[in-house]
């Protein structure tokens, strides 16, 4: 497997456009996560899905933030309109969650960095 | 709810010191305890895990137990190179829920 493949890499915006970011996860796995990173507040959970359902959005920061996952091989974050507070770098993550705990690690895309001007 | 709290960083050593990383955490129930690592560009690899209490996780010189009276995951490492210079996330996952929280992360750098 290629791994969390996430798109695009980077992505320059103006203030007010619509951003959207791609996740693919890893095949089987049945949780996704989005995260984003910045230097001020670390690495926040925005939601998480199971079988791709979401489980909790209480990280989304706002309503400009949807999140949607329309079959187990796809998600998407997206922010409408974007502000300059929202650059960050998103992550994807995916895993599953095994018998027993065992198989609990979860696999973490190359990101996406944002900024938005 | 269930939270992480790492050391704060910057950790700046020299070559071959020892380190330890003090990782706490809350949480309900019974959670898997791990340690990322984020290299500079790069996404979050996993480190080593532990998914139970007293279990201890190893990977490249790193170790780390989960104490449960403690409700501590400390990172150790007897002797660091330069190439260990990262960022190391402390994270808990849920076993109730599947949710994984993470710590705020903590800077090593490590001298020649």
């Known amino acids: 497997d290629a791994g969390v493949i996430q798109s695009p890499r980077h992505e320059v915006t103006e203030m007010g456009q619509e951003v959207t970011l791609r996740c693919k996860p890893i095949?089987?796995?049945?949780?996704l996560f989005w995260y984003r990173q910045t230097m001020m507040r670390g690495l926040e959970l925005l939601i998480y899905?199971?079988?791709?359902?979401?489980?909790?959005d209480s990280g989304m920061p706002e309503d400009r933030f949807s999140a949607k996952m329309p079959n187990a091989s796809f998600s998407t974050l997206k922010i409408q309109p974007s502000e300059p507070r929202d650059s960050a770098v998103y992550f994807c993550?995916?895993?599953?969650?095994?018998?027993?705990?065992?198989?609990?690690?979860?696999?973490f895309g190359q990101g996406t960095r944002l900024t938005v001007v | 709810g269930n939270s992480v709290t790492q050391m704060e960083g910057p950790v700046t050593l020299s070559e071959e010191a020892f380190l330890t990383i003090n990782c706490t955490y809350t949480?309900?129930?019974?959670?898997?305890l791990f340690w990322y690592v984020q290299y500079p560009g790069e996404g979050l690899q996993l480190l080593l895990k532990?998914?139970?209490?007293?279990d201890k996780g190893s990977n490249k010189g790193f170790e780390a137990t989960y104490r449960k009276e403690t409700t501590s995951f400390h990172l150790e490492k007897g002797s660091v190179q330069v190439s260990d210079s990262a960022v190391y996330f402390c994270?808990?996952?849920?076993?109730?829920?599947?949710?994984?929280?993470f710590g705020q992360g903590t800077t090593l750098q490590v001298k020649p």
């Open positions: 993550a995916s895993s599953s969650l095994g018998q027993g705990a065992t198989d609990t690690e979860a696999f």
């Open positions: 095949s089987g796995h049945d949780y």
């Open positions: 899905f199971n079988n791709n359902v979401p489980i909790d």
């Open positions: 949480a309900t129930g019974y959670p898997s």
């Open positions: 532990a998914t139970k209490a007293d």
């Open positions: 994270a808990l996952r849920s076993s109730n829920t599947g949710k994984l929280i």
